[in-house]
T-cell receptor, first 113, second 115 residues
Framework: DQQVKQNSPSLSVQEGRISILNCDYTNSMFDYFLWYKKYPAEGPTFLIS?????DKNEDGRFTVFLNKSAKHLSLHIVPSQPGDSAVYFCAASVGSNTGKLIFGQGTTLQVKP | DGGITQSPKYLFRKEGQNVTLSCEQN?????MYWYRQDPGQGLRLIYYSQIVNDFQKGDIAEGYSVSREKKESFPLTVTSAQKNPTAFYLCASIPRGGSGANVLTFGAGSRLTVL
């Protein structure tokens, strides 16, 4: 039972345009959501997070939107840069301050120059 | 610089052999975790430890064992009982308590290939 799903395995965008990565979840108990970025043969690095008490969190070029009624979140990257090309994982947890995360399958983003 | 060190980076194993993956952190984090990544799949939790000399099974603990004798170290043993051991293994840690939200910090990973 996949509790966190990223239905798009890959996404290709032009440099300077917006990248939108989507994530759906099924468990209503999840109240904290994170996005990680991963390069090949490296560990994931934390990008941005959002608590369920918010519907938007912004950090520079990265914005995460949370729609609790739809159990959906999205990561917007504006403007996209070639260095953003990586695999992006959505993750969810019950409570913050925990390392017990449920991850989606990942979306490979390619930003073309 | 503080961080998580995993070794070896690449490891080859014959079927039937046990192997141990090392994970050391100098972040002074209390809790440590082992995740496994397979192609096209998300990371899945194998084992975790929130304090020295204590650990709990994650979602896919069968065929694995761990120990937590020191705060800094959380080695993972992949036993011959693990049916599909070929994967990318990631160690991670997080502090406990404190104000604000803490996030999981990962090591660079160890790729295990069973021949």
């Amino acid at each position: 039972d996949q509790q966190v799903k990223q239905n798009s395995p890959s996404l290709s965008v032009q440099e300077g345009r917006i990248s939108i990565l989507n994530c759906d979840y099924t468990n209503s108990m999840f109240d904290y959501f994170l996005w990680y970025k991963k390069y090949p043969a490296e560990g994931p690095t934390f990008l941005i997070s959002i608590s369920s008490i918010k519907d938007k969190n912004e950090d520079g070029r990265f914005t995460v939107f949370l729609n609790k009624s739809a159990k959906h979140l999205s990561l917007h990257i504006v403007p996209s840069q070639p260095g953003d090309s990586a695999v992006y994982f959505c993750a969810a947890s019950v409570g913050s301050n925990t390392g017990k995360l449920i991850f989606g399958q990942g979306t490979t983003l390619q930003v073309k120059p | 610089d503080g961080g998580i060190t995993q070794s070896p980076k690449y490891l080859f194993r014959k079927e039937g052999q046990n192997v141990t993956l090392s994970c050391e952190q100098n972040l002074n984090h209390d809790a440590m975790y082992w995740y496994r990544q397979d192609p096209g799949q998300g990371l899945r939790l194998i084992y975790y430890s929130q304090i020295v000399n204590d650990f709990q099974k994650g979602d896919i603990a069968e065929g694995y064992s761990v120990s937590r004798e020191k705060k800094e170290s959380f080695p993972l043993t992949v036993t011959s009982a693990q049916k599909n051991p070929t994967a990318f293994y990631l160690c991670a840690s997080i502090p406990r308590g404190g104000s604000g939200a803490n996030v999981l910090t990962f090591g660079a990973g160890s790729r295990l290939t069973v021949l």
